[in-house]
């Protein structure tokens, strides 16, 4: 719950928090400073999960009401709800609410580091390589486990060479986006070589990964996806107060005695670790990274990092819109990568022609 936090040395004298905070103690030798606002902020978006949650578990070809969802999870219900609910939309619901909270995360702190809104690991080619590796693992080894492996190994290889092709600049300026594009298309179209020289049993296979889909998740994936999940969220909140110098430059940051370098190391491995996993679950779903960090930033008003803000809104729209391309043709289920590129292409163009001071972070 909470946004960002600050921890100061237990000899530090410490009597009141400044306006629109509290200090939270944490024994003798740690002390948190809680943004009001930020709680507040995240008690509504989780709120606005939950009732998400509710919906997409109840709404489908069999409707089921909201008070007998809840009854199902709490155990109860009859056979065919517990069916419906429990084997069927809940693995795909917590799919949803992991990789978009994955994706989010993701793309609110690579837009941190680079100071730029677009900035995110779909427009870096992260998702793209991770997908290309991914598919490569599914065409070629044929591994349960090898998906999520391989797609870790592919978003550290595309974050490399991002590097590499930046020369001096590092994660700063456009010419780190542009390497990340050039990166991304080359992933593409590997993974589209991959595809036609297969079989069309092992190509159908391994296509959802190229668009971006949340049906029939491998539930061992999404295991592994939601501990690591959960791993980077408290990573996050324990190098809050170090994320929250990156917006500075360079001089500033050492000027404050902080290691500039060591902190987007963190913040590049949280970013290829969540990233991965999310590719190997859902596939490239990359402008979720756009738009729950935009989203996070207006609640909070453009102050500070959201990161938590980010995760609970990427995973509330992730969840909207697989429930969106789910029910809107019923039969017909539209991937959630198609509805999410829907969404977020017209707002991606939208912040490209817009200049304004809030173009870049």
């Not at 998400?52 to 109840?58: E, F, I, N, Q």
């Not at 456009?174 to 990340?180: D, E, P, S, W």
């Not at 969106?324 to 017209?346: C, K, M, N």
Request: net charge positive.
């Amino acid at each position: 719950m909470i946004n960002q936090s600050l921890s100061l040395p237990n000899n530090e004298e410490i009597t009141t928090a400044p306006n629109g905070h509290r200090l939270l103690s944490l024994g003798r030798h740690m002390t948190i400073l809680i943004e009001k606002q930020a709680i507040i902020r995240n008690v509504w978006l989780l709120i606005l999960l939950a009732i998400a949650c509710v919906a997409t578990l109840g709404i489908g070809t069999m409707p089921i009401s909201p008070k007998e969802v809840i009854a199902v999870l709490f155990g109860h219900g009859n056979a065919m709800s517990q069916f419906i609910v429990q084997d069927l939309r809940l693995p795909r619901l917590l799919a949803a609410l992991f990789t978009g909270a994955a994706f989010s995360l993701a793309g609110c702190l690579m837009q941190t580091m680079a100071r730029n809104r677009l900035a995110t690991p779909g427009i870096i080619g992260i998702d793209n390589a991770a997908m290309a590796f991914a598919v490569s693992s599914v065409v070629g080894m044929g591994i349960s486990l090898a998906p999520s492996v391989m797609a870790l190994a592919g978003a550290a290889t595309a974050t490399a060479l991002a590097f590499g092709l930046a020369g001096g600049s590092g994660t700063r300026g456009y010419r780190f986006i542009v390497a990340g594009i050039g990166i991304g298309a080359i992933a593409g179209a590997v993974t589209q070589l991959l595809l036609s020289q297969v079989s069309i049993d092992v190509a159908n296979s391994a296509y959802p990964w190229t668009v971006g889909s949340l049906s029939a998740r491998d539930p061992m994936m999404v295991s592994i996806l939601g501990i690591g999940l959960v791993i980077c969220l408290v990573a996050c909140l324990l190098f809050a107060s170090q994320f929250a110098l990156m917006p500075f430059s360079d001089q500033v940051i050492m000027g404050l005695g902080a290691n500039i370098k060591y902190i987007r190391i963190v913040a590049l491995i949280l970013c290829i670790t969540l990233t991965g996993l999310a590719v190997a679950v859902a596939g490239p779903v990359g402008l979720i990274a756009l738009i729950g960090p935009e989203i996070a930033r207006v609640l909070a008003r453009y102050r500070g990092i959201p990161l938590i803000s980010s995760a609970l809104a990427g995973a509330l729209v992730m969840i909207l819109a697989d429930l969106f391309g789910r029910t809107v043709l019923s039969p017909i289920e539209l991937p959630v990568g198609i509805v999410t590129a829907v969404i977020g292409g017209p707002y991606l163009i939208w912040i490209l022609v817009r200049r304004t001071s809030r173009t870049s972070l």
